[in-house]
């Protein structure tokens, strides 16, 4: 039989404006998390991380607010860049264990 | 810069066959992992690997699946008897600490 995809969410942008894609979990226990970047035909790259007990992060061009109270994690990426398409998802951990949840992912398309 | 590296990059199986996907993690790194993503999917956690042994693995990883790290730099990922549904991208990953390194992935087709 055919299998059923995911339709991801999709953000586009023009070149030069700012990004923001968001996240929800569902796990109030999750005290980790990561933002990557799957580009077509690649793995998934490691972009930011955050723990709980902050509720902002930034990196170079990246922010990430962490929401625990509405379980949401958001992440901007400022002056987006075509270089910067690619589908986005968040991950979450207990830090009980090595075992990761990804969300399903938002895909992001820079507009030249 | 140090990269996960995954061979072969597609592999094609007819259903009940074994495979091993390769893997070569960043070299100073004491954390393995398997992923899949089934087409359209979530990434999917498989199994974890440290000091020679599996530390934590999934429902999906069941008794057909098994891991090895047959020397110093390879861990495989062994599927004994492929079923359709274990088409999927499969991806290593090692981390020093908490972040990963994924390799490329290894497209398997069962056929």
């Known amino acids: 039989g055919e299998s059923v995809g995911l339709h991801l969410p999709t953000l586009s942008v023009q070149e030069g404006d700012n990004s923001i894609i968001n996240c929800a979990y569902s796990?109030?226990?999750?005290?980790?998390f990561i933002w990557y970047k799957q580009e077509s035909g690649k793995g998934p790259q490691f972009i930011i991380d955050?723990?709980?007990?902050?509720d902002k992060r930034q990196g170079q061009r990246v922010t990430v607010l962490l929401n625990k109270t509405v379980k949401h994690l958001s992440l901007q990426i400022a002056a987006t860049q075509p270089g910067d398409s690619a589908v986005y998802f968040c991950?979450?951990?207990?830090?009980?264990?090595?075992?990761?949840?990804f969300g399903t992912g938002t895909s992001l398309t820079v507009i030249p | 810069e140090p990269e996960v590296t995954q061979t072969p990059s597609h592999q094609v199986t007819q259903m009940g066959q074994e495979v091993i996907l390769r893997c070569v993690p960043i070299s100073n790194h004491l954390y393995f992992y398997w992923y899949r993503q089934i087409l359209g999917q979530k990434v999917e956690f498989l199994v974890s690997f440290y000091n020679n042994e599996i530390s934590e693995k999934s429902e999906i990883f069941d008794d057909q699946f098994s891991v090895e790290r047959p020397d110093g730099s390879n861990f495989t990922l062994k599927i004994r008897s492929t079923k359709l549904e274990d088409s999927a991208m499969y991806f290593c990953?090692?981390?020093?600490?908490?972040?990963?390194?994924f390799g490329p992935g290894t497209r398997l087709t069962v056929t």
């Open positions: 955050i723990r709980s007990n902050m």
């Open positions: 796990n109030s226990a999750s005290d980790y």
């Open positions: 991950a979450e951990n207990e830090n009980t264990g090595n075992q990761f949840y």
């Open positions: 990953a090692s981390s020093e600490a908490n972040e990963q390194y």
